[in-house]
Nanobody, 122 residues
Framework: QVHIVESGGGKVQPGGSLRLSCVAS????????IGWFRQAPGKQREGVSC????????HYADSVKGRFAISRDNAKNTVYLQMNSLKPEDTAVYYC???????????????WGQGTQVTVSA
């Protein structure tokens, strides 16, 4: 079982930046990696990014490539999502969840917790 604590959401103007943090503890090594997923009002859930636990390989949704960067600090059991050049369409609740990779796509492999709200608005 993995215990997740997300933080770092907030409101930012278009073009601004935010950094989300995810402290993950427990049986992390049972999973391929840790990822970020989001759900906007009235829209389906979607993957944002995923980082491998052992290989550090990163995966991104096309909509965030070049703007978002996922990283990890193993000493702190923390995964970060640096979000730059934010757009109003990035507004969503962001969730940190263990992830798995099939082919060239990544998927959530755990429970959706409370998440952290990101609002991009002028």
């Amino acid at each position: 079982q993995v215990h997740i604590v997300e933080s770092g959401g907030g409101k930012v103007q278009p073009g601004g930046s935010l950094r989300l943090s995810c402290v993950a503890s427990g049986s992390i090594r049972d999973y391929y990696g840790i990822g970020w997923f989001r759900q906007a009002p009235g829209k389906q859930r979607e993957g944002v990014s995923c980082i491998g636990n052992s290989d550090g390989r990163t995966h991104y949704a096309d909509s965030v490539k070049g703007r978002f960067a996922i990283s990890r600090d193993n000493a702190k059991n923390t995964v970060y999502l640096q979000m730059n050049s934010l757009k109003p369409e990035d507004t969503a609740v962001y969730y940190c969840i263990p992830c798995t990779v099939v082919g060239n796509k990544f998927y959530p492999n755990g429970a959706w917790g409370q998440g952290t709200q990101v609002t991009v608005s002028a």
